[in-house]
């Protein structure tokens, strides 16, 4: 199931039909800046304690690029959706994860 742009929101988790995970981490204008996971990976569930996204680089692109890959209903906390809010702390592991603070603050002073 593909995305539509105004779907994609910040902060927000994913699941690609390839089962990468996918966090948005910044949106200006026309860009984003995500971290994706490894594909294949299991999926998360209730007792996971880590992100799935340690030492995986950041990527940036244009949203209409990401909201055109496949998506899938998945589900995380007994929530099945198309994406899940991550909370402050889930959304700072993940930033930390992949490195992505100067490039999110980069996109952001565009």
Known sequence: ???K???VEVGCLYLTSANQFRVV???KH???IYAPSLEG?????????KMPFENQPFKKCQIVTFAKKDYQVFN???VD???HNLNEAQLAEV?????AKTAVVTLLGE
């Not at 990976?41 to 304690?49: E, Y």
């Not at 930033?95 to 490195?99: E, F, K, L, R, Y």
Request: proline share 0%; net charge neutral.
């Open 30 to 32: 026309d860009f984003m």
């Open 41 to 49: 990976i299991a999926l998360l569930n209730m007792s996971f304690t």
């Open 76 to 78: 995380f906390n007994g």
């Open 5 to 7: 742009e105004k779907e």
């Open 1 to 3: 199931m593909k995305l």
């Open 81 to 83: 959706s198309i994406k």
């Open 95 to 99: 930033m930390a994860q992949c490195n």
């Open 25 to 27: 981490l910044a949106m």
